[in-house]
């Protein structure tokens, strides 16, 4: 069974620009997770998709968004890159939402962000 | 606020010693907690996970306890390997609207051969 993939694996963008991230989740997952390492701030909850919807986001500014396909794959959007956005951006999914099926959400590779 | 605290933040240890690894957190209305190992520049790889139910899980040489209304689980790592050198990262599901993992600081650990 395939994993959670994630592309691309890096990208390299410059200040103001916007850069877009992709993931794929497992075969028969429903619930897309984005969160964000940032050197020093540790790993921290961007986004949670499910069934095409947004159903929370952390303490992220507007510009970071996304969406969910039909499909279930999801993208993350970061509009107006800022130098501080570099960092390894990790997809997760789970089958529904992971605190009501009690199920672990598994993680893909990341995609490493470096914004000069 | 939610917060997840792991002592100590690095761990250096010779090859086949046991060791210990702390995770703390503030907010004890947890659904599950789960031990990660992320190796430099890479995802993360999910060790084991507890749910809120239950007191320890185990898999191979390691085995991770949690007491919920202390606030505290451990992971132990039994007859250590260089192998074992990583980040382990735990990090606490909480529920309803929320559905999303806090996760710890990280303990980076190394182990000499």
């Known amino acids: 069974e395939a994993g959670v993939t994630q592309s691309p694996t890096h990208l390299i963008k410059t200040r103001g620009q916007q850069a877009t991230l992709r993931c794929s989740p497992i075969s028969g997952h429903t619930s897309v997770y984005w969160y964000q390492q940032a050197l020093g701030l540790g790993l921290q909850f961007l986004l949670w998709y499910d069934e095409g919807e947004e159903r929370n986001r952390g303490n992220f500014p507007p510009r970071f968004s996304g969406r969910q396909f039909p499909n279930y794959s999801s993208e993350l959007n970061v509009n107006a890159l800022e130098l501080e956005d570099s960092a390894l951006y990790l997809c997760a999914s789970s089958f529904g939402a992971s605190w009501l099926d009690q199920e672990t959400q598994y993680f893909g590779p990341g995609t490493r962000l470096l914004v000069l | 606020k939610q917060e997840v605290t792991q002592i100590p933040a690095a761990l250096s240890v010779p090859e086949g010693e046991n060791l210990v690894l702390n995770c703390s957190f503030t907010d004890s209305a947890i659904y599950n907690l789960q031990w990660f190992r992320q190796d430099p520049g890479k995802g993360l790889t999910s060790l084991l996970l507890?749910?809120?139910?239950?007191r320890e899980q185990t898999s191979g040489r390691l085995n991770a306890s949690l007491d919920k209304s202390s606030g505290r689980s451990t992971l132990y790592i039994a007859a250590s390997q260089p192998g074992d050198s990583a980040t382990y990262l735990c990090?606490?599901?909480?529920?309803?609207?929320?559905?999303?993992?806090?996760f710890g600081t990280g303990t980076l650990l190394a182990v000499q051969p």
């Open positions: 990090a606490v599901l909480y529920g309803g609207a929320t559905n999303k993992l806090i």
């Open positions: 507890i749910q809120s139910s239950q």
